[in-house]
């Protein structure tokens, strides 16, 4: 983070000095160009008259001209650097608004838990929302997701909507006290071996980190939603609004899931879907390579 920190304000400074240079050449261009003007008028009106007096001054008007090619050649040339000044300048504040971006993306987001990687106790989203309650199964009980999250949410389940495609959300953000108590309640209910297969431990629940939704047809029933319309309009157009399904059949995780589904972001939700790969399949250093991209709309 330190390191991050030193190379974005390195940067920064670089960006500052690259700027005030770009404004004093950019001035001096100005200045050039309004004296090269300048000496063109003049000269025009000396070659004007040379030429209208006497054309044995020709050898003085030759020199003009040959004066006003090399002015020509040198605008020229401060033209070219200050195009390429330009371009550098726009490649570095282009670096600095990148790094700036993922900055602001919480690491934990895009990491591949279940039973990969381990959320601590204290992790708890900063920005949890309400869900609205025309989007839950059960009315009388508060879900919660992400702020940011939440109106990509939104417009999913609005346009299913449009599609007469009724969508309903019956879990949402689970702390880490709340997931162990599910594991322990589906353990008594179902026994352990059931509990291993479908209910992840504390700290490997992608619920934890605030962008994932178990979702339903409006019977509120998981067992064999696979082969509800609703399902497969899913599977159509999640990606759209940067949903992924964690748990497809024959994953290496856990029993196939089809009622939960993850925020990952547009972008790789989208390249996703074009390559017929899901979200386990890739190495953490290719999925990071989309955090700049989580919130992009």
């Given at each position: 983070m ?5 190379i ?9 000095f690259s ?40 050898a ?7 004066e ?5 050649e ?6 070219n ?21 993922i ?10 838990y ?8 204290h992790y708890t989203?900063?920005?949890l ?14 879900l ?26 019956i879990?949402?953000y689970?702390s880490?006290e709340?997931?162990g ?6 353990s ?7 509990a ?5 431990d504390?700290?490997?629940s ?12 409006k ?7 696979d ?14 609004y940067g949903f992924i399904?964690?748990?497809p ?20 939700a989208?390249?996703l ?11 953490q ?13």
């Amino acid at each position: 983070m330190k390191n991050s920190i030193n190379i974005l304000f390195l940067l920064f400074l670089i960006f500052l000095f690259s700027v005030f240079l770009f404004l004093n050449i950019k001035k001096q261009k100005e200045y050039d160009e309004l004296a090269f003007s300048n000496f063109i008028q003049t000269h025009e009106k000396e070659v004007f008259s040379l030429n209208k007096k006497n054309l044995e001054q020709g050898a003085g008007l030759s020199e003009k001209i040959i004066e006003i090619e090399f002015l020509k050649e040198q605008l020229e040339e401060e033209q070219n650097l200050y195009n390429e000044l330009e371009e550098k300048i726009e490649k570095i504040a282009k670096s600095v608004g990148i790094l700036e971006k993922i900055k602001k993306v919480d690491k934990e987001l895009l990491a591949k838990y279940s039973k990969v990687y381990f959320l601590n106790e204290h992790y708890t989203p900063k920005n949890l929302e309400d869900i609205e309650e025309k989007f839950l199964f059960n009315t009388g009980k508060k879900l919660q997701i992400r702020k940011e999250i939440n109106e990509f949410l939104e417009e999913m389940f609005e346009d299913a909507k449009d599609d007469n495609i009724i969508l309903k959300i019956i879990s949402a953000y689970r702390s880490y006290e709340y997931q162990g108590q599910i594991k322990d309640n589906g353990s008594i209910i179902h026994g352990q071996d059931y509990a291993d297969k479908y209910i992840a431990d504390q700290g490997l629940s992608e619920h934890q980190l605030g962008t994932t939704i178990d979702i339903v047809s409006k019977s509120g029933k998981m067992t064999g939603f696979d082969d509800t319309e609703e399902y497969q309009w899913l599977l159509d157009n999640a990606h759209k609004y940067g949903f992924i399904l964690s748990y497809p059949e024959k994953n290496y995780y856990y029993n196939f899931e089809p009622w939960h589904w993850r925020f990952v972001g547009k972008k790789l939700a989208d390249d996703l879907y074009d390559d017929k790969k899901y979200f386990y399949d890739l190495s953490q250093r290719n999925i990071n390579k989309y955090t700049q991209y989580f919130f992009d709309d």
